[in-house]
């Protein structure tokens, strides 16, 4: 378990470093390298008994639609998705039954051969059920919206206030959660 926590956290920094703007100076693109090491290494140093809650929102839309596709944007979200969490060893996915976020999550689901479970994003008393009753040393994917990714972390435990805007698909936002705990959450770029 340590192991995947290492590899994922190797994942996520090469994803930032990839992603990192290049128009910054160097002093401020090494500020936040170090604030995302730090912030990973977090993650990466949390016990193998926690379970792991890993919540993002669907990537760009192609239209305004209520149930568009994803752009191409958000199409490559997807796979930078799949690249950041390949080492995560994700147990189960649950998305709503939107497409964008049915797709969001296919790239995941196929590297990791896991099938995704759709929950309609008003069910989320069920939502929490099926994440509870996961092993507390799995983890969970979970694809919502703007207005459920804040809902579902704080049914989750997250004592922290979390805004997704409107023009937000790049959060990464993964809880550990502990018995008798209070959940550590970190928010990380993908």
């Known amino acids: 378990m340590e192991r995947w926590r290492i590899q994922c956290a190797a994942r996520t920094l090469d994803a930032i470093a990839s992603a990192m703007p290049q128009n910054v100076s160097l002093a401020t693109r ?12 977090t993650l990466a140093l949390q016990p193998a008994s926690a379970q792991t809650v890993i919540v993002v929102r669907h ?16 199409a490559a979200r997807a796979e930078r998705l799949a690249n950041v969490l390949a080492a995560s060893k994700v147990r189960a996915i649950y998305t709503t039954q939107y497409r964008r976020t049915i797709l969001l999550a296919a790239p995941t689901a196929k590297r990791l051969d896991v099938t995704a479970s759709v929950i309609p994003g008003k ?11 996961h092993a507390k040393d799995d ?15 704080k049914a989750l435990g997250v004592s922290a206030s979390v805004v997704v805007g409107e023009d937000e698909y790049d959060n990464l936002f993964v809880v550990a959660m502990q018995p008798n705990t209070a959940p550590t959450l970190v928010n990380l770029k993908y």
């Open 30 to 41: 090494l500020a936040l390298f170090a604030t995302s090491l730090a912030t990973v290494c």
């Open 59 to 74: 990537g760009e839309k192609l239209d305004a639609s209520a149930d568009s596709v994803l752009s191409p944007a958000g």
């Open 123 to 133: 069910e989320m008393d069920t939502l929490m059920a099926k994440i509870r009753s």
């Open 139 to 153: 983890v969970v994917l979970v694809v919502g919206h703007s207005n459920t990714v804040p809902e579902i972390l």
